[in-house]
């Protein structure tokens, strides 16, 4: 009763989340450059 199996840290898989927080200064100043050209470009072709 007293054996516990955890698993160590490092056996675990990398969480999806964990390894896009780095890349989110780039990330989203280029989505958010995407979003507005394209909301420009909807707004132009409607005018």
């Known amino acids: 009763m007293s054996h516990t ?3 160590s840290p490092t ?3 990398q ?3 964990e ?3 780095p890349l989110m200064p780039l990330v989203l100043p280029v ?3 995407v979003l507005i ?3 420009a ?3 132009v072709f409607m005018a």
């Open 5 to 7: 199996d955890h698993a």
């Open 11 to 13: 056996d675990q898989p």
């Open 37 to 39: 050209f394209l909301l």
């Open 19 to 21: 390894s896009i927080v």
């Open 15 to 17: 969480d999806v989340v």
């Open 41 to 43: 470009f909807i707004a």
């Open 31 to 33: 989505a958010g450059a």
